[in-house]
């Protein structure tokens, strides 16, 4: 017993006591982390129930009778939400649809090939998204001009398109590098064409990857706002631009304006916690690869 109650009161190594403070500090920076992140939205979404008077009150208002006035609002008269909302999931939900399935059979070839500088073209086709908006702008508004597509739907959804396809072929070449050829000859031996290995062997396995590069995709789709800006019209524009219409010169109406912040941010964070199991797996495998 003695021996026991001397090992309990025995002191804690310098190693033991630096782990234990770094994992204090871990736990402190994750809650600051969580803190910036998490405020801002909620006091968004408190806004968006608060009356005129409470949303523009001097004294921040932490209590207050909730109201729906401002989603009423929203869907009532000139402001009607209902075609913005509609127009986004069509251009987001198409663009990130094709990106992946383009995205699948391109990364797959530029998984699979063996070429020289096969790198450096996995660098170039993912440079291709670092390049700035301001920079590609004008001349896909002189192609899109040329072929009617401004102020449509197929417009928004190829412009989306040059930014979200670059980043789902090097996303999904990743994940292909993850599955061993040998499954896929084993299948060759099997008797199955390429494509049917293809179909029936590597895509179950990179489901994962499918599900990550369709969210992230959807996400950088569904908030774009300078390529909205900028090929939308009334007949297509989007969610970020309906909220840019209530920022006016005779001031801006916050209450409505926190309401339609909420409406853009909750569907797509319901959409990454539906999917979190496959969202991390993909982000922790294939992301880190960097074929």
Not at 99 to 120: D, E, N, P, S
Not at 129 to 134: E, G, K, T, V, Y
Not at 180 to 199: D, H, I, K, M, N
């Amino acid at each position: 017993m003695s021996t026991v109650t001397a090992a309990r009161k025995a002191p804690q190594s310098p190693l033991e006591a630096t782990s234990r403070r770094s994992r204090w500090l871990v736990v402190l920076l994750l809650a600051l982390a969580l803190l910036w992140t998490l405020v801002p939205l909620l006091w968004m979404l408190l806004s968006s129930f608060k009356n005129r008077t409470d949303v523009t009150a001097a004294t921040p208002q932490i209590l207050f009778a909730p109201t729906l006035d401002n989603y009423r609002n929203l869907f009532s008269g000139p402001n009607n939400l209902g075609p913005y909302i509609w127009h986004s999931v069509l251009a987001a939900g198409i663009s990130a649809l094709l990106a992946v399935c383009l995205g699948a059979l391109a990364g797959y070839g530029l998984a699979r090939t063996q070429m020289r500088g096969k790198r450096h073209l996995a660098f170039w086709i993912i440079s291709t998204r670092m390049a700035p908006i301001a920079a590609v702008v004008v001349p896909l508004f002189l192609i899109f001009r040329g072929l009617g597509l401004i102020d449509s739907i197929p417009g928004l959804v190829l412009a989306y398109l040059t930014f979200n396809l670059p980043f789902a072929i090097w996303l999904m070449s990743a994940f292909f590098a993850e599955v061993p050829a040998s499954l896929e000859e084993s299948a060759l031996v099997a008797g199955c064409t390429r494509w049917q290995a293809f179909w029936t062997v590597v895509l179950p396995l990179t489901k994962s990857g499918l599900v990550t590069t369709f969210i992230l995709c959807l996400v950088f789709a569904w908030n774009d706002y300078a390529f909205a800006v900028v090929f939308s019209g009334p007949n297509s524009q989007t969610l970020p631009i309906a909220a840019s219409q209530l920022v006016t010169q005779t001031g801006v109406d916050w209450g409505q304006l926190t309401a339609i912040g909420t409406i853009v941010v909750v569907p797509m964070m319901l959409a990454g916690l539906a999917v979190r199991r496959w969202l991390v797996t993909g982000l922790t495998l294939g992301a880190v690869t960097g074929e």
